[in-house]
T-cell receptor, first 111, second 111 residues
Framework: QKEVEQNSGPLSVPEGAIASLNCTYS??????FFWYRQYSGKSPELIMS??SNGDKEDGRFTAQLNKASQYVSLLIRDSQPSDSATYLC???????????WGAGTKLIIKP | NAGVTQTPKFQVLKTGQSMTLQCAQD?????MYWYRQDPGMGLRLIYY???????DKGEVPNGYNVSRLNKREFSLRLESAAPSQTSVYFC??????????FGPGTRLLVL
């Protein structure tokens, strides 16, 4: 059974600090990794994708991938109250059009 | 450009009743998906359609059927609703499996 694991939280971070969200996956063959954000009562939306080992930056967001450790993380710099949401990690196990989803980490940014 | 639309937004059913959830996308995507999301759990794939004319079971297909009516529309049917099917249902579409675009969701309560 291929799995994606996330700490459910909630993770509480002061406004302006760095929020660090982590995800581990079981399938060593996975080649791409996705972070979605879901506000309460809303649908998920893609915020970052990463395909290669190392860091990928997009504004205040940085995705970090370590395939050897089967670990992907999302850093949010200068956290804002509007970043309060559940962050979902998703990994395609192979090329059959599916994504395996983690249960999500609830992030709370305290003003 | 509406993206992915779902109807209805809310529904209350009695055990044993049937209903169809409708989904349509206007992004000309080949692939469409039906998920359910329960509290504390990630998205679980019910069925997906990689392209018009094809459908495949996901992780939790029991109690559901789907129809890919055309490239735009993908419906989900509950033939005999059970309380265990109380959930939030999301439809999504994508050109490839990576960036999935979600509809607003249908909140279903089965009494």
């Amino acid at each position: 059974q291929k799995e994606v694991e996330q700490n459910s939280g909630p993770l509480s971070v002061p406004e302006g600090a760095i929020a660090s969200l982590n995800c581990t996956y079981s399938d060593r063959g996975s080649q791409s990794f996705f972070w979605y954000r879901q506000y309460s009562g809303k649908s998920p939306e893609l915020i970052m994708s990463i395909y290669s080992n190392g860091d990928k930056e997009d504004g205040r967001f940085t995705a970090q991938l370590n395939k050897a450790s089967q670990y992907v993380s999302l850093l949010i710099r200068d956290s804002q109250p509007s970043d309060s949401a559940t962050y979902l990690c998703a990994v395609p196990p192979d090329s059959n059009y599916q994504l395996i989803w983690g249960a999500g980490t609830k992030l709370i940014i305290k003003p | 450009n509406a993206g992915v639309t779902q109807t209805p937004k809310f529904q209350v059913l009695k055990t044993g009743q049937s209903m169809t959830l409708q989904c349509a996308q206007d992004m000309n995507h080949n692939s469409m998906y039906w998920y359910r999301q329960d509290p504390g759990m990630g998205l679980r794939l019910i069925y997906y359609s990689a392209s018009e004319g094809t459908t495949d079971k996901g992780e939790v297909p029991n109690g559901y059927n789907v129809s890919r009516l055309n490239k735009r529309e993908f419906s989900l049917r509950l033939e005999s609703a059970a309380p265990s099917q109380t959930s939030v249902y999301f439809c999504a579409s994508s050109e490839a499996y990576e960036t999935q675009y979600f509809g607003p969701g249908t909140r279903l309560l089965v009494l």
